[in-house]
């Protein structure tokens, strides 16, 4: 899939369900990687008001500000973020932010939780594992949830939190779009939203 092709089928996520904050995040990001950063704007800010806790959200709204030379705007996105994401413990996005923000010689706001992962809390976890989407380290999908390189990059790098999360956030994608899974494009495209969804785009 191109880009183009990316932006037009998370645009058309995000036109068929307003409320859902996994197509305007999509569709956002979309944007950004394809350098259209005025456009990004909008459907960054739709995704964060549709869930003010979408950490990744602000790191890539900051980027998009910071890419379009508004440092100022850049910084204070980057910190709200970064301190709504130590508050919910999703350590990854927070640690990546405190980065930005060292970068362009920002304050780094104090955190309350420790800077390195915690031990598990409950449940069984690799050595070193912290979820994709939340960095939590601890509830870590026990074993690939379906075959192929796709599901053991889920059971290596999502907890089940997450993975719960996505289950009826797929059924929507698959309904809203109307993917046939038994295509290859179908599958593709539901592929590339649960990926985004878990934030293993990349990976």
């Given amino acids: 899939m191109d880009q183009?092709?990316?932006?037009?089928?998370?645009?058309?996520?995000?036109?068929?369900?307003?409320?859902?904050?996994?197509g305007h995040f999509s569709y956002a990001k979309a944007l950004l990687e394809a350098g259209q950063h005025e456009e990004a704007i909008r459907p960054f800010f739709r995704a964060i008001e549709l869930r003010p806790t979408m950490s990744k959200a602000y790191q890539l709204l900051g980027e998009t500000y910071e890419a379009m030379g508004k440092r100022n705007e850049a910084v204070d996105t980057v910190t709200k973020g970064a301190k709504i994401a130590d508050e919910q413990g999703d350590?990854?996005?927070?640690?990546?932010?405190a980065t930005l923000l060292e970068k362009w010689e920002a304050p780094v706001p104090d955190f309350k939780a420790t800077t390195a992962p915690a031990a598990p809390t409950s449940g069984s976890s690799a050595p070193g594992f912290s979820c994709s989407r939340c960095g939590r380290p601890d509830n870590q999908v026990p074993k690939p949830p379906f075959k192929g390189e796709l599901g053991v990059k889920i059971a290596d790098n999502v907890c089940i939190g997450c993975w719960q999360e996505w289950i009826p956030m797929g059924t929507k994608v698959i309904n809203e779009l109307g993917l046939a899974l038994s295509s290859e494009s179908g599958q593709q495209s539901y592929d590339q939203y649960m990926l985004e969804f878990l934030q293993l785009d990349g990976r």
């Fill in 4 to 22: 183009d092709q990316k932006i037009q089928q998370f645009k058309q996520m995000a036109d068929a369900d307003p409320e859902n904050e996994l």
């Fill in 91 to 97: 350590v990854m996005p927070r640690n990546t932010m």
